[in-house]
């Protein structure tokens, strides 16, 4: 098997500790252990991503279109995405050379962007899409339609196009809804909009979300978090689900609720504390 390694590129303790794992884990065996290009990443069986989030983002971005299986050791913070410690490296390892590991896909938005017509710019989409201003202090002013019917205007500081698995990145973190990663729909969230009867929406994932800039303005669309391009007037944005996935190694022992648990510190119950009486 040909294991690949995706690694971020700031150097920290933890990083260092699991790499030398990795290493020494690949020892004697006929398992690849691969620390290349992207090219060469793309041809291998399985991608181990050492990071954070953004690092299974990278990994992600790598595999598309090639239907690599991803698994995420977490060097970082949260990480919903890299579930697994990085004491549990060599465990990980060892279950994906004997091949004992199930696989869950995870939706993703293409974004296609049309100019008179025309087709202009793609791209594809794991998390989210964000629209914001150019300008920090000014706000966007977009008009948006769903399946072709108009649904309204936003003026916000920004809007956002999520995934089940981007709900709990930047979209939970600018008050937007959980959603669980295998449900079939995007949520629409404005942020910081002008109307206070303006909230997220949740839209099944067989929709087309169509975006244009209203009233001489432009936005800057923001991919993944990575890429950015601008969307000019006259210019429309088109979102709807890619037909390809993503695929991330699951061995069936951390799921989705017990991250929720852990990692939103979900305890069920207040603690103690001093009364207000």
Not at 110 to 119: A, E, F, I, R
Not at 185 to 191: C, E, G, K, T, Y
Request: aromatic share 8%.
């Amino acid at each position: 098997m040909k294991i690949g390694i995706v690694t971020r590129k700031e150097q920290t303790p933890k990083l260092s500790e699991a790499l030398e794992a990795v290493k020494l884990w690949g020892k004697g065996r006929r398992d690849k252990i691969i620390y290349a290009s992207e090219p060469q990443l793309r041809k291998c069986d399985v991608l181990v991503a050492i990071g954070g989030d953004g690092t299974v983002l990278s990994a992600a971005h790598i595999a598309f279109g090639k239907q690599i299986p991803i698994v995420g050791i977490n060097v970082g913070r949260v990480g919903f995405l890299a579930k697994y410690k990085p004491e549990e490296i060599t465990a990980v390892l060892d279950i994906l050379s004997s091949g004992t590991f199930k696989v869950q896909e995870r939706i993703m938005l293409d974004c296609s962007v049309y100019s008179n017509k025309k087709k202009i710019l793609s791209r594809s989409v794991l998390n989210e899409i964000l629209l914001h201003a150019h300008a920090p202090e000014r706000m966007v002013n977009l008009e948006v339609k769903i399946n072709d019917k108009f649904l309204t205007e936003y003026w916000a500081d920004s809007l956002m196009l999520a995934t089940p698995t981007g709900s709990t990145a930047y979209n939970l973190s600018a008050g937007g809804p959980i959603i669980y990663p295998s449900a079939e729909a995007f949520v629409l969230n404005p942020i910081s909009p002008m109307s206070l009867s303006v909230r997220p929406i949740i839209i099944p994932s067989s929709s087309v979300c169509k975006i244009k800039c209203v009233a001489e303005s432009k936005a800057e669309m923001v991919f993944d978090g990575h890429f950015s391009e601008e969307l000019k007037e006259k210019s429309e944005l088109v979102i709807c689900r890619s037909r390809y996935v993503t695929r991330f190694v699951h061995t069936g022992e951390f799921g989705f609720v017990q991250a929720l648990r852990e990692k939103l510190g979900w305890t069920g119950k207040m603690k103690s504390g001093p009364s207000r009486t």
